[in-house]
T-cell receptor, first 114, second 113 residues
Framework: KAGVTQTPRYLIKTRGQQVTLSCSPISGHRSVSWYQQTPGQGLQFLFEYFSETQRNKGNFPGRFSGRQFSNSRSEMNVSTLELGDSALYLC?????????????FGPGTRLTVT | AQTVTQSQPEMSVQEAETVTLSCTYDTSESDYYLFWYKQPPSRQMILVIRQEAYKQQNATENRFSVNFQKAAKSFSLKISDSQLGDAAMYFCASERSQGNLIFGKGTKLSVKP
């Protein structure tokens, strides 16, 4: 099976702009989670989607949003970008939403905000 | 709220030797899971080992094993016969049932030839 894919891999944006990141989970996986990774804060959970519904949300401002489509592909959007949004954004998928299952991570999207 | 603490930002081990990475966690949940994930440089994060909290037996996966001390809320990872390919960031994580992963800050492991 193909792994989790994320597009684009690298992105440079200017403060105030918005950005959309995409994640395609492993075929058959219905749960998709997003994480932000920075040197200072480490890995922080953004949100999780299962069957097109947001199940959990981390402690991020409303500028961060996401959605999941019927084919389980997911997008996350960040509006009004700030310098502090520069990070590696990781997507992970798992077969179902119950805890304890291995999450399969994508390679990430490296977002740089200037 | 769940928290995960990794007190060793960096560790180093000689090839073929054994190294232990420390992790402590805090949770009020009775049903939870613990994981160690590995993130090699510029490569994808992969699962190393997982432990169900209700199981007393320590999990093992080939050269990787854990020392799970539930009362002390400690979950250390032991890597035996270290190999150059083990060099990576290692993240300890906890997850409650129906929850999401909570990661520690990570430990950067270097393996010396």
């Amino acid at each position: 099976k193909a792994g989790v894919t994320q597009t684009p891999r690298y992105l440079i944006k200017t403060r105030g702009q918005q950005v959309t990141l995409s994640c395609s989970p492993i075929s058959g996986h219905r749960s998709v989670s997003w994480y932000q990774q920075t040197p200072g804060q480490g890995l922080q959970f953004l949100f999780e989607y299962f069957s097109e519904t947001q199940r959990n949300k981390g402690n991020f401002p409303g500028r961060f949003s996401g959605r999941q489509f019927s084919n389980s592909r997911s997008e996350m959007n960040v509006s009004t970008l700030e310098l502090g949004d520069s990070a590696l954004y990781l997507c992970a998928s798992s077969p179902i939403a119950d805890g304890g299952y291995e999450q399969y991570f994508g390679p990430g999207t490296r977002l740089t905000v200037t | 709220a769940q928290t995960v603490t990794q007190s060793q930002p960096e560790m180093s081990v000689q090839e073929a030797e054994t190294v232990t990475l420390s992790c402590t966690y805090d949770t009020s949940e009775s049903d939870y899971y613990l994981f160690w994930y590995k993130q090699p440089p510029s490569r994808q994060m992969i699962l190393v080992i997982r432990q169900e909290a209700y199981k007393q037996q320590n999990a093992t996966e080939n050269r990787f094993s854990v020392n799970f001390q539930k009362a002390a809320k400690s979950f250390s990872l032991k890597i035996s016969d270290s190999q150059l390919g083990d060099a990576a960031m290692y993240f300890c994580a906890s997850e409650r049932s129906q929850g999401n992963l909570i990661f520690g800050k990570g430990t950067k492991l270097s393996v010396k030839p």
